[in-house]
């Protein structure tokens, strides 16, 4: 994903204005340009701004915006703690609780607990199936449905096998998922909200991002919402944005149902890859993506 969204960024951007340089970060954390091998400092001395159109763990910590920072080099999107802490989701649901969003119930099991007793709570607390997924990965990555004591014990351990720090597990809230988008300062507004992506399971009335997670979803923008709807996705968007602290843009998840509309999560670095829903909202407005990373570039040197 990563790869497709950089694609995506430099296919977009106009080489008569811009020097591009197509940096490359594989899976054992080794950069390269131009297909070299190439050590940070030596890439990063060259560069005077970053667009980021990474996905997962080391985008989506802060890890490489703390690298451009402690080499003064400026970038799009927001600083690492920012990142960090919507990358987090019960941290990003506990600040979207308080910020007055309805939100579904959760449960946070870490490492350090004990996990048989945990799912025991969980069965005897929450109607069945649930919702889990690793705190740290995107809205897909991870997601599982499941119900029942021993399937939950055994999805549970499985994550942290794999090397997750927690798990999230939420009330299943059925209905249409919903993607919002963010970018400051654009069209003379303070924080401009895109119209919603709705997020329609292909199956029946499935969980939207657990299709998604197998493909099995269409994406329309504008979405089949109300103008109640809209207005109230867009100003949860907006109020998540600066909740977080976050900068320049960010991309915000909801489940629209009968019961409400409920926040599920943030993304700091929502990068329009071809087939991802920030194209459908910046085509839906009338907006080329040169222009939108236009924009973000100036925001980002100013």
């Excluded at 497709?4 to 591009?20: E, F, I, N």
């Excluded at 950069?31 to 070299?36: D, T």
């Excluded at 997020?199 to 103008?227: K, L, Q, T, W």
């Excluded at 996705?233 to 409400?260: E, K, N, P, W």
């Amino acid at each position: 994903m990563s790869l497709k969204s950089g694609a995506a960024m430099l296919a977009a951007l106009d080489l008569g204005r811009y020097r591009v340089r197509d940096i490359y970060i594989d899976t054992a954390g080794q950069w390269h340009i131009e297909g070299r091998p190439i050590q940070p400092e030596r890439i990063l001395r060259q560069i005077d701004v970053a667009l980021l159109p990474l996905h997962g763990e080391y985008g989506e910590g802060g890890e490489v915006q703390q690298l451009l920072e402690r080499f003064g080099v400026r970038y799009v999107g927001s600083n690492a703690f920012a990142t960090n802490q919507a990358r987090h989701k019960a941290i990003g649901k506990t600040l979207a609780v308080q910020a007055g969003l309805l939100t579904p119930e959760f449960r946070l099991i870490t490492v350090t607990d004990d996990v048989r007793a945990a799912a025991h709570d969980i069965i005897r607390s929450f109607h069945q199936p649930v919702i889990m997924r690793p705190i740290s990965q995107s809205s897909t990555v991870g997601v599982t449905v499941v119900g029942g004591h021993a399937p939950l014990l055994s999805a549970v351990r499985d994550c942290f096998t794999q090397g997750a720090e927690g798990v999230l597990v939420e009330e299943l809230v059925r209905g249409h998922g919903a993607v919002v988008h963010v970018v400051e300062g654009l069209r003379g507004e303070t924080l401009y909200a895109f119209p919603a992506v709705d997020i329609i399971p292909a199956a029946g009335n499935a969980y939207p991002y657990d299709a998604a997670r197998r493909g099995e979803v269409r994406m329309e923008c504008p979405g089949y919402f109300s103008r109640v709807q809209v207005e109230e996705l867009a100003c949860a968007a907006r109020r998540m944005h600066q909740t977080l602290g976050l900068r320049h843009y960010s991309r915000s998840d909801f489940i629209v149902s009968s019961a409400g509309t409920y926040y599920l999560e943030t993304a700091s670095l929502p990068t329009p890859a071809p087939t991802d829903a920030f194209m459908l909202a910046t085509s839906a407005v009338g907006l080329p993506t040169h222009e939108l990373l236009e924009h973000l570039l100036q925001r980002a040197v100013a």
